[in-house]
């Protein structure tokens, strides 16, 4: 995730493993801070592309899964210093299923972003993170989930 000097609109994929409810989020780092962060996978959106669609194209880009996008669960609103660079996002959270319920038995994930950046994906559960101090972006997505 880098900062950007523009507002950036992003979709994504809120993914519930289906017998415990944990969430697929990437494993992030701010150097910066030396704080470890979990995110769920996604990317910009792209001119002429929908949001769902846009879910859709990332975590096949990025993770090499299919996935079945379903209802928008909220619209947020992240303003955040990465890397000590100020950011701006407005973020489509949407509820999404892996095609091949077999996805749903793995549990890590590689992940390689456009920007070179790669990583592991694994399940977090919201609450246990939050327990420990570490933060699931963006901020109000833990409050969003919990009311899907």
């Avoid at 001119?47 to 993770?63: H, K, N, W, Y």
């Avoid at 100020?86 to 949407?94: K, L, N, T």
């Avoid at 992940?111 to 246990?128: C, H, M, R, T």
Wanted: aromatic content about 10%.
């Amino acid at each position: 995730m880098l900062a950007d000097p523009r507002v950036r609109v992003i979709s994504i994929a809120a993914i519930s493993r289906p017998n415990d409810g944990a969430i697929l989020a990437m494993r992030c780092y701010d150097p910066a801070r030396s704080l470890v962060f979990y995110r769920p996978l996604g990317g910009a959106v792209e001119f002429g592309e929908s949001t769902a669609e846009t879910v859709r194209r990332e975590l096949l880009e990025e993770i090499d899964r299919e996935v079945i996008v379903g209802r928008r669960l909220g619209v947020l609103e992240n303003v955040f210093v990465y890397d000590g660079r100020p950011g701006h996002e407005i973020i489509f959270v949407w509820q999404a299923d892996f095609a091949d319920a077999a996805a749903y038995l793995e549990e890590t994930f590689t992940y390689q972003e456009d920007s070179g950046l790669s990583g592991d994906a694994i399940w977090v559960y919201p609450d246990k993170l939050a327990s420990q101090g570490i933060p699931l972006f963006p901020t109000g997505l833990t409050e969003l989930l919990k009311r899907r």
